[in-house]
C-alpha cells in the first residue's frame, strides 16, 4: 500500500506489543502493533490492524468501528478513514498483513514432512487463543459480508499456493500420480482443523493435526486428488 502522509501527532502514538499468533504460527515477529521498518506510516498501520484483530477478538465483525478503531490505536480519525474508509477495507488489510507474516512453507523434501508440517502450523494458528478467536470472527462476518469473503478467499489462496509447490515436487518425485492437483490436496490438510475448531469443544490437538496431514497423503497417493477431465 502507498505512503501517505501522517499527522505529527499520530508519530508519538505507542505501538502496542506484539502477541502470538500468526496464520500458520503462533509467533510471528511481524504481528500487528509492533513497529515495523518503513517510518511513520508503517508503525500507524501496525497501531490500527492490531486494534483491528483486538476488537474483533473482544466483539466481532460487527463491533468494529473506525472511529473506536483510530482511538484504540491514538490515531487521527482522519488518517483511518483516508487510508481505510470502510471496515471491510480494514480487514482485508488485515488478512493482507497476516499472509505477509506467516512463516514460508516447508522444504523437508519429504511429502509426509511438509504435510505434517503444514497441519502443525495451522494447528498452533487455531488452538491459538487470540488468533483462533480471531479467524472464527472473520469466517463469521464472510457469511455475511461479499468484502470480507473475497479477503478471506485471497488470503486462503496465498497461503495455499505458499505450500502447493510441496505436492508439486513430490509428483516430480514419483511420490504421487502425475495429475495430482496440489491446491486440492492443501487444502484437504487443513479442512479437517477447520471443521474441528468449528462443529466441536474437543482440543485442537497435535494428533489431531497429524492424522489430517496422514489422511490427506494418504488419499493424494490413492489418486483422489487427481484432476478430473471436463
Known sequence: MAAEPVEAAESAAPAAPGTPGTPGTPERPGTPGTV?????????RAAVLRAAEDALVEHGFGGLDLADLAQ????????????????TALVADLLTDMAEQSLPRSRSGS????????????????????QGA????????????PGTAEALRHFYRRRVEEWAPCVTEAVERGELPP????FEVIRAVSAPL??????TAEPLDEPAADRAAAAAEAAARAGAYRRQEP
Not at 487521527?76 to 487510508?83: A, K, S
Not at 480471531?134 to 459480508?145: E, Q, S
Not at 495429475?179 to 496440489?182: A, G, L, M
Open 179 to 182: 495429475d495430482t492437483d496440489p
Open 134 to 145: 480471531l479467524f472464527r470472527a472473520v469466517i463469521v462476518a464472510a457469511n455475511g459480508d
Open 36 to 44: 515495523r521498518p518503513g517510518g511513520r506510516t508503517a508503525r500507524v
Open 72 to 87: 484504540r490505536a491514538e490515531v487521527g480519525r482522519t488518517t483511518v478513514y483516508r487510508r481505510w474508509g470502510s471496515t
Open 111 to 130: 511429502l509426509a514432512e511438509d504435510l505434517r508440517a503444514n497441519a502443525r502450523l495451522v494447528r498452533r494458528t487455531l488452538a491459538d487463543p487470540r
Open 194 to 199: 477447520y471443521y474441528r475448531m468449528l462443529t
